[in-house]
């Protein structure tokens, strides 16, 4: 190869050098930014979910027995907003408002005031814990179930609790999920809306019943409204 030859080939590897580590600062800066948003969101809806919680403190001055009552969507073992994850321990006159993602990700001390990062703090837990646990491992199952409307009628006050769901379903039905080999796998009342011609299942509400492979029940208390006014289970 001439040397006019070799002076090109270089120039293109190194050319193919610049531009990817051009590509690679530029993924590494898209991603730091990306980060940055994230973590500002996250900053956002801890403030929000914080707010709304003094807020209620202050119109009622004690702490909210369930965070239903503040507006956030209900789960099985806690409470969700914008996505993320909350449950609240009160204690006698302080609390702890926790976040939670695959652990407790962060908390906020009443007693102190800030938000921390977990250790600080350390709680039991709930003392329904195996309750939690055992009906995450029966709804895991849903999507296989086969379901079965024992009843439905038109909904004349039932307003279950979704975040950004304000109007009220057309009906509510009492509905029972069977495992694949037609054992009874879960029950209880849904509240729902037709769209299109078939039923749209939205929101759980009231008690639900829950069962395993090997017989055994647990119940759940799914919060709703009747008349605007909220129907909750304390937490426990």
């Not at 403030?47 to 009552?69: M, R």
């Not at 879960?186 to 019943?209: C, Q, T």
Request: proline letters at 3%; a negative charge.
């Amino acid at each position: 190869m001439n040397k006019v030859g070799k002076l090109i080939a270089w120039s293109v590897a190194i050319g193919f050098i610049l531009l990817a580590s051009v590509l690679l600062i530029g993924i590494h800066l898209a991603s730091d930014s990306s980060k940055d948003l994230e973590q500002m969101s996250v900053a956002q809806s801890q403030k929000e979910v914080l707010d709304k919680l003094c807020d209620y403190i202050e119109q009622n001055g004690e702490t909210p027995q369930s965070l239903s009552e503040i507006g956030l969507e209900q789960t099985i073992s806690a409470y969700t907003y914008n996505d993320l994850t909350f449950s609240l321990v009160d204690f006698s006159r302080d609390y702890a408002l926790q976040m939670w993602n695959e652990g407790i990700e962060s908390q906020y001390i009443s007693e102190i005031g800030i938000w921390v990062k977990p250790g600080l703090y350390e709680f039991e837990p709930p003392i329904n814990i195996d309750t939690i646990r055992n009906i995450n491992r029966i709804v895991e199952f849903r999507d296989k179930a086969i379901v079965k409307v024992d009843s439905v009628r038109a909904n004349d006050n039932v307003f279950p609790i979704i975040d950004g769901f304000n109007k009220k379903p057309d009906s509510i039905a009492y509905l029972r999920y069977y495992y694949p080999d037609s054992l009874l796998m879960m029950e209880g009342w849904v509240a729902y809306r037709p769209i299109g011609g078939a039923l749209n299942y939205d929101k759980e509400f009231g008690w639900w019943k829950y069962y395993s492979k090997t017989g055994d029940c647990y119940n759940k208390f799914w919060n709703f409204k009747r008349n605007r006014e909220l129907i909750y289970e304390a937490d426990r």
